[in-house]
């Protein structure tokens, strides 16, 4: 059966509303390390010996840094996963120029309302790279987008049984 693993962003923690939203959804196959305070590189190497532990298959659910750290991994470990989901993905950030072996299930969910994240570089990056990008009325938290989280994810987990 395959795992669900989020991370978290750099302002948020492993059990915020995504984490419990994925939990509620999928009992028992959400798991979320804890890289709070841990700078980039940190949280590399934290999620390194976390994700060596795993013996399933494994979808990474990355918001914001942790969509940046998801990419990152799948460079590091191109085969280790069935898919990303990028949640207003930090790929703007040089770390993220990175054109790693993407899962075949990888997809991008943004706000067009958030701040944080420079919409430009979230379609660039896409287009390069051949990922759906799919854009909700919303901020960088997506706190209202939970329902089109859940669908995306439901997908994903369908195309890799």
Known sequence: M??????????SGPFGSKYQTLAAAYPERVLSPDFSGQELSLRLETA??????QTEPLILVGSSLGGLLAVMLAAAMPERFDGLLLLAPALH???????PQLPKQTVVLAGLQDTIIPAEALKVWCEARQVPLFWVEDDHRLGDSHDKILALLAEMLEAVV
């Open 2 to 11: 395959t795992h669900l693993v989020f991370l978290h962003g750099q302002e």
């Open 48 to 53: 390194k010996a976390f994700l060596s532990e």
């Open 93 to 99: 950030l040089p770390e993220g120029q990175l054109f």
